[in-house]
């Protein structure tokens, strides 16, 4: 799974590498002006980017606020509680829904679980067609109708198959013309509230495909649809095919909505889950020079770190230590209470996890434990 985000975002490197052709240690905010703007990040998010940065900016510093961007309050949904789970998929034409539940139930196949389709997007018999032979070509059934038929009736006969055979997973294809878009509002409402006769709680993941190349102007788009039904989340799709990866920090900034998977490409396999960690590295990467600073702390030693500066090497040690929910959290939690350029003092114990933070005076701020960072996070 790892080098997916970097194969995705080739086209947003190869932009961000015209403007700043060389690495360096730290970059000025002109520079990171220019890139942000080239990598189609939003002009008022750039300017609120470059404000809270000094003039020379570290990349640590770099990785902290653009790592808050994605920091908001998600709701977790979890699949693991509900048989089936259900989801419905929305977005407008072409924006990616049919090759994304392909690429979705192949990748649930892949993880065990039974897998049904509903082909909901009844408007165009080629989208029905669609489907099926996506259906065909990952071996998952599917429950589709005529072209013209109601689509919430197949929806809520999928969703009923599949709770008759016991199946783990339904996903269920829209149709969505824009230019007709009250009707469309109409008619996704309906489907949730079918969906919700046909097994209480569904569909449990609303989830709403945004077309990558696009850039900023999916976020319109993605709020119009947000007034339609309550979207629990987004997929972006095609990030292979453009040069705008930077919108991703804009569309989570604005809608404030867990991006589930990105897509890198046209094939089954090309779907990738969204971690931002690894998105702002692959980012960071292409404009920093490796630090070559070896400072790991090691296991039952205090040891004095600059938290908000910490090395590339430090980094990679907690991260290593905490995982990845725990590294967010900790990180997370500095950005909210960071005091600039204090030293803190840390204290790890690689065999119970432990990990506290201790400031000037000695006085323990903070003690986490890998698993309670875990399961809080
Ligand atoms: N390069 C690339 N193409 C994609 C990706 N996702 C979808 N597509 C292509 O986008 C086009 C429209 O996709 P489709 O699933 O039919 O969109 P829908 O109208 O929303 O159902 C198709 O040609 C897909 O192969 C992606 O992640 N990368
Ligand atoms: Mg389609």
């Known amino acids: 799974m790892f080098g997916f985000i970097k194969k995705g975002l080739k086209k947003t490197l190869e932009a961000i590498q015209t403007t700043t052709p060389v690495k360096r240690e730290k970059i000025s905010r002109d520079d990171l002006e220019d890139l942000l703007l080239e990598a189609d990040v939003s002009y008022e998010l750039v300017e609120k980017i470059i404000d809270s940065l000094p003039e020379k900016i570290k990349r640590i510093q770099l990785y ?20 089936p789970f259900v989801e419905l998929i929305v977005g407008v034409n072409g924006a990616g829904k049919t090759t994304t539940i392909a ?11 039974r897998v049904l389709l509903g082909a ?3 408007f165009r018999a080629a989208a029905i067609e669609q489907l099926k ?17 109601d689509p919430s009736a197949v929806a809520y006969d999928a969703i009923s198959s599949a709770k008759a055979k016991g199946l783990d997973r339904v ?23 079918v969906c919700g006769k046909a097994m209480d709680g569904a569909p449990h993941r609303k989830i709403l495909i945004l077309d990558g190349t696009q850039g900023n102007s999916a976020i319109n788009q993605a709020k119009a649809f947000k007034k339609m039904i309550d979207i629990d989340g ?17 569309i989570a900034e604005e809608l404030k909505l867990p991006i589930y998977y990105v897509g890198v490409g046209e094939k089954a396999e090309d779907l990738t889950p969204f971690d931002p960690k690894e998105f702002v590295n692959t980012i960071l990467d292409a404009i920093f020079t490796e630090e070559d600073e070896n400072s ?24 290593e230590l905490l995982d990845k929910d725990g590294f967010d959290l900790l990180s997370k939690h500095f950005v909210s209470e960071r005091k600039s350029s204090q030293t803190y003092r840390i204290n790890i114990n690689e065999n119970s996890d432990c990990f506290e933070i201790i400031d000037k005076d000695g006085q323990v701020l903070k003690s986490y434990k890998a698993e309670e960072l875990d399961t809080n996070g």
């Open 64 to 83: 902290n606020t653009l790592i808050s961007l994605f920091m908001y309050n998600i709701e977790k949904i979890n699949p693991k509680d509900e048989k």
């Open 103 to 113: 690429k979705l139930a192949q990748q649930y196949k892949n993880d065990g679980k």
């Open 120 to 122: 909901s997007d009844t």
């Open 133 to 149: 032979t996506w259906a065909e070509k990952i071996d998952v059934p599917i429950v589709y109708t005529k072209q013209g038929h």
């Open 171 to 193: 996903i269920i294809d829209t149709a969505g013309r824009l230019h007709t878009q009250t009707n469309l509002g109409e008619e996704l409402k309906k489907i949730v509230r």
């Open 234 to 250: 987004i997929i972006i799709t095609k990030l292979d095919g453009t040069a705008k990866g930077g919108a991703l920090f804009s």
């Open 296 to 319: 790991i702390p090691s296991s039952g030693k205090t040891h004095n770190v600059d938290l908000y500066n910490l090395t590339d090497a430090q980094r990679i040690k907690f991260e």
